[in-house]
């Protein structure tokens, strides 16, 4: 299988090159820093209430502090010493994620309760969270540009995130690239045989999010949230929402070498939700035309 790529820009998915590729371009792109240096501004009162209103503090750092410690075990079994390395940095970089969360839950007051249930450091789990990943660096790319755009937050708090979006489109990037690479050298060598898996890996991880979604709107501070943010959400339609994702997602993955491959299942499904999206809404429009010649003759 050959990730396509124009000229003799191709590598062959699953050998050795593509293995040197994914694991030191990812590797040499990794960024020392320490969140505890950076410069976490003062917040006016509307920005704190905002920020604590945001219901996903506790789920992130879950997520963060629970991949860093699953990965990190997981990276001791591999027994290729560059792809260890390259777990080993990704584990770090996922436990720096939640060490920046834990710097903004401090300096904040948010109010968070994590409860990191145990994961076992098996390559079903690394699988499970690299699929996850894919999903929610999407929705995250989009959900950011567009809270940045609405200036939701200052821009001298939402610019520090930049960075570690930039780190969660190298992991999915990685990530890709190493479950093809892995199953290779497990012999699923045909485009169906990667497909497969790939397929039936992205269903699981929606339905995590899904439900993970329907959970989190269980909360009570659902009219509170919308006082807070009504204004800056009033224009958002779900066509806006997919496009932002899109776009966003584009735009990280342009950094990338073009003979890696890239997370595609979900910019896919996106790219046709939106031009359904997009049709319904010239529908729509359409049908209100009408009407409003009607008012005025
Ligand atoms: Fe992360
Ligand atoms: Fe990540």
Request: charged residues 30%; contains cysteine; negative net charge.
């Amino acid at each position: 299988m050959k990730q396509l790529a124009a000229g003799e820009l191709t590598v062959h998915i699953g050998s050795d090159e593509h293995k040197e590729l994914f694991c030191r371009s990812f590797i040499d792109s990794h960024r020392p820093y320490d969140p505890r240096d950076w410069p976490w501004p003062d917040l006016d009162e509307m920005s704190l209430a905002r920020l604590r209103a945001i219901p996903i503090w506790t789920l992130a750092l879950e997520v963060e502090m629970g991949a860093g410690v699953m990965l990190a075990k997981f990276a001791k079994h591999e027994p290729d010493p560059l792809v260890r390395e390259a777990l080993e940095l990704q584990a770090y970089e996922e436990d720096r994620h939640g060490r920046i969360l834990q710097c903004m839950v401090d300096r904040y007051a948010l109010k968070v309760e994590p409860n990191v249930p145990p994961q076992e450091p098996t390559r079903g789990a690394f699988i499970d969270f690299g699929y996850n990943e894919c999903v929610d660096s999407f929705g995250g790319f989009g959900i950011f540009r567009l809270a940045r755009d609405a200036r939701i937050l200052p821009e001298a708090l939402t610019s520090l995130f930049v960075r570690v979006l930039v780190e969660e489109a190298r992991h999915i990037v990685f990530f890709v690239n190493w479950v093809a690479w892995d199953r290779y050298r497990r012999g699923l060598r045909g485009a169906i045989l990667q497909a497969l898996p790939t397929l039936l890996s992205y269903g699981a991880a929606v339905m995590r999010r899904v439900k993970g979604g329907a959970e989190m709107q269980g909360g009570d501070n659902g009219q509170d949230t919308l006082d807070l943010f009504g204004d800056v959400l009033k224009d958002l339609t779900p066509a806006r929402f997919v496009r932002a994702c899109i776009e966003e997602n584009d735009r990280y993955m342009a950094a990338f070498d073009p003979r890696l491959l890239r997370p595609r299942v979900i910019p896919a499904l996106a790219c046709f939700a939106l031009a359904l999206l997009e049709s319904i809404e010239r529908i729509r429009a359409a049908f209100r035309k009408p009407e409003r010649r009607s008012t005025t003759g």
